[in-house]
């Protein structure tokens, strides 16, 4: 892809990311969920790979029927998650109002042990929000991510992953980072 078709790709979504944020958030959950459903039956090779896994995974416990439904609901489930990082911003100015914190006594009690802690975050949820709010109730908080072809969709989804103060490391070459920040007694995601 082409410097110009990146920008305009990333200019496309700030666009929309605007018009999403002037509807009501419950609404933009509906229509998230639509879409996600949509790009179930556009998106045939990530749909295929989606099955397959969810087969493997399975095995005979499942009949076709039950996974197809739950290989839809992931992709209505991944436009959710989509839609709330559009909020972010809003969202983190209003925290205890979208993402309710429990157990911080125990990443507290841990991170005093001054080793650093490793917090695993399957992609259930909004696996975004929740590092975000680990930064923002006063961890020192890292998430390993893997960087975007597009440079400038990267920058800006870097900046809103900042916003409460989230580090993040890149994929390639995370081992090494993640010891240092372990090292260091903090909390890597």
Not at 15 to 42: C, D, E, H, T
Not at 52 to 78: D, Q, V, Y
Not at 158 to 171: A, D, E, F, P
Request: a positive charge; one cysteine or more.
């Amino acid at each position: 892809m082409t410097a110009f078709l990146q920008y305009f790709t990333y200019l496309s979504l700030r666009v929309f990311l605007v018009i999403m944020r002037l509807i009501p958030f419950s609404a933009g959950l509906k229509f998230a969920r639509f879409m996600g459903g949509i790009l179930y039956y556009v998106l045939g090779r990530r749909r295929k790979i989606a099955l397959e896994n969810l087969r493997a995974a399975f095995g005979k416990e499942k009949i076709e029927e039950e996974i197809k439904k739950i290989a839809k609901e992931s992709f209505e489930h991944l436009g959710i998650v989509a839609l709330e990082f559009m909020w972010t911003p809003h969202v983190v100015r209003h925290f205890d109002s979208y993402l309710k914190s429990e157990g911080k006594e125990k990443v507290q009690a841990a991170l005093q042990r001054g080793k650093g802690v490793i917090l695993l975050c399957a992609h259930l949820g909004n696996w975004e929000w929740i590092g975000l709010r680990m930064a923002f109730d006063g961890f020192p908080s890292s998430a390993i991510a893997r960087s975007l072809k597009n440079p400038f969709l990267y920058r800006y989804i870097m900046k809103i992953r900042g916003l409460t103060g989230l580090k993040i490391v890149n994929k390639n070459g995370a081992t090494r980072e993640t010891l240092r920040i372990l090292a260091e007694g903090k909390v890597v995601g």
